[in-house]
């Protein structure tokens, strides 16, 4: 479904209901219901495949920040390229520059980086094809399977 090379991904979350969750380490935060973009990049073996495979799987372990927003919120897409350039941190500055983001948890997954954040918050679904042209690339789209 997604190639194993390494690339650069943005998990689109749909949270129907403000939920409060601890964020391991990271610490306590309200997240208010509407349209979430996590932003991550897919470097080690099995490239974008096996990371956003990991990601869309329920069960699994605790381990990245974006672990414990899974628990509450639904994947409805994922938007990706596959690139051996780093373009993480690109994307998510991009992402928080679109009209209508929001920053709900100061460093969620930017523990390894200068970035406010990697997680934006959206009310309304945001737009692939208006992120494409903000970060000056082509950026495929997948929708996810209601499980």
């Not at 689109?12 to 990049?41: C, E, K, M, N």
């Not at 990371?51 to 869309?56: E, G, P, V, W, Y």
Request: proline content about 7%; aromatic content about 10%; overall charge positive.
């Amino acid at each position: 479904m997604f190639p194993n090379q390494p690339g650069t991904y943005a998990l689109i979350l749909q949270l129907s209901d403000t939920a409060a969750i601890t964020v391991g380490r990271l610490g306590h935060f309200q997240f208010p219901r509407g349209w979430y973009a996590y932003v991550g990049s897919a470097r080690g073996p099995g490239g974008l495949a096996a990371r956003i495979s990991r990601h869309l799987r329920s069960s699994k372990p605790l381990h990245w920040h974006v672990d414990y927003v899974r628990t509450i919120a639904q994947p409805a897409q994922v938007w990706y390229a596959a690139r051996v350039q780093k373009r993480e941190c690109a994307w998510a500055q991009t992402m928080a520059g679109l009209p209508g983001a929001a920053i709900p948890a100061p460093r969620f997954g930017a523990s390894d980086c200068r970035c406010a954040a990697h997680l934006i918050h959206f009310a309304a679904s945001p737009d692939v094809a208006a992120f494409a042209r903000a970060v000056g690339e082509p950026v495929l789209n997948k929708l996810v399977e209601k499980s």
